[in-house]
């Protein structure tokens, strides 16, 4: 194939998602309803943990930057892909591709290391109650928060310049519905063999420790749980970590399944499928796992509406 230098380059095409077209206008009512109700159930619960005082503890200081993480993440790629839908229109300029490319990266990494933030401070809720304020505090809170940004942001500016680097064919028509790093280098005609390096390297740094950190976190929550005599006590656990270890579970199953084990004969519209799982469906049901298994969250919400009913009586 010919070869085009990247400052050449002027648009890329999203070939979007395997459906006919016949049924984009059914999907695309189906994302946009999806995208709604994400952003307005995690802007619920940034309101929710901002308001009631009850709330501002660490457990709310970390899932307050979830919900805000989950809102950007969702703004990525959802509304070019709700866009490309609804004009038939499937190009994007170059410097929009690397820009959404740039973004989607920053928010999955930021993604993966306040699960892992979260899981210590379950942790220490769970294995050392008594020490948790003291070991908690804001200082550490607003650190593992202000380094996870940092980390998030330097990993995906290293992506972004290598990949600005390199030269691309004459195809430049991406299968996906967004601007994805690996899809990318897969139309490049540059030798990729250090953006390779550095996704393995930041896939060990970015998925593989936080996740490693996370199942270490509930190793030790699972041993001290069956140190629990009362049945009483093992509920009260296993309720102050429920919600964080469903989305998990969501979260890294869909990842997992996706990079770590792919099927010889997995298609392109497996993998896309697989994407929407994480970039679309695990964002929606965040602020449902929070409020429907969390108390603290159906209690806040209670009282923002019964102060909402009062003043506008």
């Known amino acids: 194939m010919t070869r085009e230098n990247q400052s050449s380059v002027s648009e890329f095409l999203l070939l979007g998602l395997p459906i006919r077209p016949e049924q984009q206008g059914v999907f695309f009512a189906l994302f946009l309803g999806m995208y709604l109700t994400t952003v307005l159930g995690n802007l619920l619960i940034l309101l929710l943990i901002r308001l009631d005082a009850c709330l501002h503890t660490p457990m709310y200081f970390f899932l307050s930057h979830l919900a805000l993480t989950d809102v950007s993440f969702s703004s990525v790629t959802i509304p070019k892909m ?8 499937q190009s994007i300029p170059y410097a929009g591709c690397v820009t959404q490319m740039y973004f989607f990266i920053f928010f999955t990494d930021l993604e993966n290391f306040l699960l892992s933030s979260m899981a210590y401070d379950r942790y220490v809720a769970v294995c050392h109650p008594l020490h948790y304020s003291t070991v908690m505090g804001q200082g550490l809170c607003t650190l593992l928060v202000t380094v996870s940004w940092i980390l998030s942001c330097a990993n995906a500016l ?5 990949l600005t680097r390199l030269s691309f064919c004459v195809d430049l028509s991406i299968p996906h519905f967004f601007c994805d790093l690996g899809a990318l280098l ?7 063999s250090l953006n390779e390096l550095a996704i393995f390297t930041a896939g060990v740094a970015v998925i593989v420790l936080p996740l490693i950190c996370i199942l270490i976190s509930y190793g030790c929550i699972g041993v001290a ?5 009362s049945t009483k006590g093992i509920c009260k656990a296993l309720s102050t970590c429920g ?3 469903s989305v998990v579970s969501l979260y890294y199953g869909t990842i997992i399944a996706l990079y770590f084990f792919p ?3 997995t298609s392109r519209d497996k993998s896309t499928i697989a994407s929407v799982m994480y970039t679309v469906v695990t964002p929606l049901l965040n602020p449902f796992i929070y409020s429907l298994r969390n108390r603290d969250m159906k209690e806040a919400l209670e009282r923002l509406l019964h102060r909402a009913k009062v003043l506008s009586q």
């Open 186 to 192: 897969k139309l490049s005609c540059s030798d990729t």
């Open 263 to 265: 099927s010889s004969n």
């Open 225 to 229: 749980i069956l140190k629990v005599p």
């Open 243 to 245: 919600s964080h270890l």
């Open 82 to 89: 709700l866009i490309n839908m609804h004009t038939w229109e």
């Open 158 to 162: 290293c992506h972004t310049l290598l």
